[in-house]
């Protein structure tokens, strides 16, 4: 089977996504939650390629053998974030515990005529920015979104919340008109989200240290950034059981200029740094890690120049980092 993330089938599919729904809408989210073990019970036995990667992924962030107990962990916990979307886009704040941490470091970057490229990743949840969002119901919310990599996940987004799905920017798009769309939104004072940890097929990549050994990372995240001259920040949203989150907002770069001149150096710098985030956040909490796939294979890591999308070239001598 095949261990690149965009070949592997949406776990559950149309009818599980919608049946998880139904329930947590009609009977509540508790009485929903006690249909999470045996899912996750079902997703153990029938997902042997996720078993493995969760196993695998475990030892290595453990730093010894992962159990079985421990995988069922893993996969109950993913599940019950895929849950909590139910609730988290429908606008069902109030029945969760979110600790924000940074806030004010996001908003001192929000200008009206210039908005901030939030950069996450699939650790943990990002739904539950919709927390932080709703602090600010001033501010346009942007997301890139791959419909087509999860049509239910998709379908069901729309069906919650049609004002949030008319805000998704499809990122199976040309990379040409994703740019220009965000770069139309964060010109407009908006908060546009991405995430920075996967590449797509035949997409730029550099290998940089992570856990322990090198792990390829897209690179046009950064060189979008670069293009745009907008702040960056971080956002990690780790779940922490029960109803408790943690959602973190860190500065990466008020401007982000890549030099014509060792290029390719500072852009892997640049990679580098989010990888350290990330893997801060990550051996925190390990089961928040739901990238079910060999996060490591390096076989389709390519130059990272080859990523530069037009007019990037023309960026000025130097990066200048937040602090």
């Known amino acids: 089977m095949s261990a690149h993330w965009t070949e592997r089938p949406e776990g559950g599919g149309r009818f599980a996504i919608w049946l998880i729904r139904a329930i947590g809408l009609y009977g509540g989210r508790g009485f929903a939650?006690?249909?999470?073990?045996?899912?996750t019970l079902y997703f153990f036995i029938r997902r042997p390629f996720e078993r493995r990667m969760s196993r695998a992924f475990l030892t290595r962030a453990l730093g010894r053998p992962a159990s079985a107990w421990q995988v069922l962990r893993h996969i109950h916990r993913f599940a019950a974030t895929i849950l909590?979307?139910?609730?988290?886009?429908?606008?069902?704040?109030?029945?969760?515990?979110?600790?924000?941490?940074?806030?004010?470091?996001?908003?001192?970057?929000m200008r009206p005529d210039r908005g901030v490229l939030l950069l996450g990743s699939h650790l943990g949840s990002f739904e539950v920015l919709r927390v932080a969002a709703a602090e600010r119901p001033?501010?346009?919310?942007?997301?890139?979104?791959?419909?087509?990599?999860?049509?239910?996940?998709?379908?069901?987004?729309?069906?919650?919340?049609?004002?949030?799905?008319?805000?998704?920017?499809?990122?199976?798009?040309?990379?040409?008109?994703?740019?220009?769309?965000?770069?139309?939104?964060?010109?407009?004072?908006a908060l546009a989200t991405?995430?920075?940890?996967?590449?797509?097929?035949?997409?730029?990549?550099?290998?940089?240290?992570?856990?322990?050994?090198?792990?390829?990372?897209?690179?046009?995240?950064?060189?979008?950034?670069?293009?745009?001259?907008?702040?960056?920040?971080?956002?990690?949203?780790?779940?922490?059981?029960?109803?408790?989150?943690?959602?973190?907002?860190?500065?990466?770069?008020?401007?982000?200029?890549?030099?014509?001149?060792?290029?390719?150096?500072?852009?892997?710098?640049?990679?580098?740094?989010?990888?350290?985030?990330?893997?801060?956040?990550?051996r925190q909490d390990p089961y928040n890690w739901f990238n079910w796939h060999d996060f490591w294979k390096l076989d389709r890591a390519v130059a990272p120049a080859r990523a530069v999308p037009a007019g990037a070239g023309a960026e000025p001598a130097r990066s200048r980092s937040a602090a």
């Open 33 to 39: 939650r006690l249909f999470l073990y045996p899912i």
């Open 84 to 109: 909590d979307r139910v609730f988290l886009l429908g606008d069902r704040f109030k029945r969760f515990d979110v600790r924000l941490h940074g806030l004010d470091a996001l908003t001192a970057r």
């Open 194 to 282: 991405l995430l920075a940890d996967r590449a797509r097929p035949h997409e730029a990549t550099v290998a940089v240290d992570f856990m322990g050994s090198p792990a390829p990372f897209p690179v046009a995240p950064f060189l979008i950034g670069s293009v745009l001259k907008v702040p960056i920040v971080l956002c990690f949203g780790l779940y922490r059981g029960g109803n408790r989150y943690d959602l973190y907002f860190e500065p990466f770069a008020d401007e982000l200029a890549l030099p014509r001149r060792g290029r390719e150096a500072e852009l892997r710098a640049v990679v580098q740094r989010y990888a350290e985030r990330l893997e801060h956040h990550t």
């Open 138 to 189: 001033d501010v346009d919310v942007r997301v890139v979104l791959d419909t087509q990599q999860t049509p239910a996940l998709t379908e069901l987004l729309h069906a919650l919340n049609p004002q949030v799905a008319r805000n998704v920017i499809d990122a199976a798009r040309p990379g040409t008109e994703i740019v220009l769309a965000l770069g139309e939104a964060l010109h407009q004072g």
